[in-house]
């Protein structure tokens, strides 16, 4: 299976995040967040439930508005949210991402196809018949050619995540953002997910994920970021982070993740 990319690495910077700033109400979620991402390069936010993971996706994908920072992404597109910026600057933005969310997201009375050519045809103008063939082959390269017209809930929590992988990919998108895609399966559907992921991974696919894998992570990241309090506790290469972590905060997540029985 040949998960085609679109965009495959050449060691340019593809998004620079400097000084995100959100809050809802009194709580600050996010506390001047820095990262920078290459292209073909896999980034793994991991982090205490709460920590702003989820918020810094949806910040970079538009779907939240921060208070101050500034986006940077190739091709010319800035985007300074303390500013104010234009709707149609988010939208630039948003273009160049795709996500793939934590609940699948899929529209109910729609089916497996036209869920996905849904962006495609009436966000980027694809021709409908273009659309549906290129959908096509993605289901058939992730197995699920046979679920073409069915409904999502006919669908098993495993195979409705790759419907929701496949969909981010029918927009040929610069960054993949996965929000702990696999938190919502049962245990024994968890592998086929990760499977695909991972082949996007060896494919070349710039990935920023948020996950609780954490042998995934380990297996498939350049750099791994570990949140708490709205802040980039720790940071450097997988190696480094799961088994010489310098933070004593980043010890004791690592400590109760992978020792969850031991006591404290």
Do not use: C
């Not at 982090?47 to 538009?62: A, E, F, M, Q």
């Not at 990760?194 to 710039?206: Q, R, Y």
């Amino acid at each position: 299976m040949s998960l085609t990319n679109p965009t495959p690495g050449s060691g340019e910077k593809l998004l620079d995040v400097s000084g995100l700033r959100k809050a809802f109400g009194s709580h600050e979620v996010l506390r001047g967040i820095d990262l920078s991402i290459e292209r073909g390069r896999v980034l793994v936010l991991i982090g205490p439930s709460g920590s702003g993971k989820t918020t810094v996706l949806r910040s970079i994908n538009g779907l939240e508005i921060p208070e101050a920072g500034v986006v940077t992404a190739a091709g010319g597109i800035r985007v300074d949210y303390a500013a104010k910026p234009a709707k149609k600057d988010i939208l630039a933005l948003r273009d160049r991402t795709a996500m793939v969310f934590q609940h699948y997201n899929l529209f109910p009375h729609m089916t497996v196809i036209e869920n996905i050519i849904e962006g495609p045809t009436q966000v980027q103008g694809v021709k409908k018949a273009q659309a549906i063939a290129e959908a096509e082959a993605l289901l058939e390269r992730v197995g699920l050619a046979e679920k073409r017209d069915v409904y999502p809930f006919q669908l098993s929590g495993g195979q409705a995540q790759r419907v929701g992988i496949v969909r981010a990919l029918a927009l040929k998108p610069d960054l993949l953002l996965f929000d702990e895609p696999t938190s919502a399966l049962d245990p024994e559907l968890v592998g086929d997910v990760l499977a695909v992921m991972k082949e996007l991974a060896d494919e070349g696919w710039t990935m920023l994920v948020v996950t609780h894998e954490l042998a995934f992570a380990r297996q498939v990241a350049d750099e791994v970021l570990f949140m708490d309090g709205g802040v980039i506790v720790e940071r450097g290469a997988p190696r480094d982070i799961f088994t010489a972590p310098r933070e004593e905060r980043t010890q004791q997540f690592l400590h109760r993740i992978l020792h969850p029985l031991d006591d404290d």
